[in-house]
């Protein structure tokens, strides 16, 4: 029993450790797009907010933005 215990585990971390090289292999991806997007004059901070507020649910993105809008007035930003 130990054995198929052990395969099974060593599976498991082994499953793992591929899961993990290609998420970055995937961050790798993500930022080379990011920085082929700046070379081309987009600000990839403005860009990094737009594709955390797709998602986004819409509703949670309306609460956030009417929130930031109290905010911004409450400070005389508005």
């Not at 130990?2 to 899961?19: G, K, N």
């Not at 594709?51 to 986004?56: I, N």
């Given at each position: 029993m130990?054995?198929?215990?052990?395969?099974?585990?060593?599976?498991?971390?082994?499953?793992?450790?591929?899961?993990e090289e290609e998420k970055k292999g995937t961050a790798d991806d993500i930022r080379d797009v990011y920085a082929e997007a700046k070379a081309v004059g987009y600000d990839?901070?403005?860009?990094?907010?737009?594709?955390?507020?797709?998602?986004?649910k819409p509703n949670d993105r309306e609460e956030q933005e009417t929130i930031l809008e109290t905010y911004k007035n409450a400070l005389g930003m508005g």
């Open positions: 130990a054995d198929a215990t052990d395969d099974r585990l060593r599976l498991l971390i082994e499953r793992i450790e591929r899961l990839t901070k403005i860009m990094r907010q737009i594709v955390r507020l797709r998602k986004m």
